[in-house]
């Protein structure tokens, strides 16, 4: 259960604006290749390339269902797009070019908002999915589970955390074999990182 004040952090530091998201994405995009060139046939499309991939950054930046993007473009686009398009835009996108974006967005955050400090964490994750394994000499159907590995910074100007990077293993994977691959390629002023050291398990220590 989050804690009785995080609504109203959540809300005062404006994460979920919406319009503020798709204008940052737009002038993101506007300095990169168009990720398609327009087709010459058949009607022309209601957005341009770059616009219909601001619209997918603000789906994955607030995590909304193509539904809730559908309700909320009224509100950022000043018209409507149907929810079945952003399905079909973010299977066209190339890796390589979502990537690129997501590392200027990473940037831009980085410049308007102050970690205080770092801290990684893990935690399981249990699937729908199905998989026999033997038990007790006799074959059982479980549900499949994996371990989230994520670094984390915590931003007290903007009452937010901040996921810098995040990776998904088998369950059975010790934490502190991930460290390496989550601080690749980190670059912060924080003043302290926290972190549970594998030896003791149950104590926090601080380092610069």
Same mark, same amino acid.
């Given at each position: ?20 998201v798709y204008k940052t994405a737009t002038s993101l995009v506007a300095r990169l290749p168009p990720p398609w060139e327009r087709s010459r046939r058949g009607r022309p499309p209601k957005l341009s ?14 995590d909304l269902t193509y539904r809730e993007v559908e309700g909320f473009a009224p509100a950022f686009l000043d018209e409507t797009i149907d929810h079945s398009n952003v399905g079909k835009v973010l299977?066209?996108?190339?890796? &390589? ?93 924080? &003043? ?14 601080? &380092?610069?």
């Amino acid at each position: 259960m989050p804690h009785l004040s995080y609504h109203a952090a959540r809300h005062s530091a404006k994460l979920e604006n919406v319009t503020a998201v798709y204008k940052t994405a737009t002038s993101l995009v506007a300095r990169l290749p168009p990720p398609w060139e327009r087709s010459r046939r058949g009607r022309p499309p209601k957005l341009s390339s770059r616009e219909y991939l601001a619209v997918c950054v603000v789906y994955v930046c607030l995590d909304l269902t193509y539904r809730e993007v559908e309700g909320f473009a009224p509100a950022f686009l000043d018209e409507t797009i149907d929810h079945s398009n952003v399905g079909k835009v973010l299977k066209r996108l190339r890796p &390589s070019y979502v990537k690129l974006v997501l590392g200027l967005l990473r940037k831009r955050l980085k410049g308007s908002v102050e970690i205080d400090f770092y801290f990684v964490d893990s935690t399981g994750i249990s699937t729908p999915r199905l998989k026999t394994r033997v038990k007790a000499l006799k074959k059982v159907r479980e549900h499949e589970f994996y371990k989230l590995h994520v670094l984390v910074g915590y931003s007290s100007g903007a009452s937010a955390l901040v996921v810098l990077a995040a990776r998904v293993t088998k369950s059975n994977v010790v934490d502190g074999s991930q460290l390496a691959y989550l601080l690749r390629g980190l670059e912060g002023e924080a &003043s302290a990182f926290l972190a549970i050291p594998p030896t003791t398990g149950n104590a926090t220590s601080n &380092s610069p």
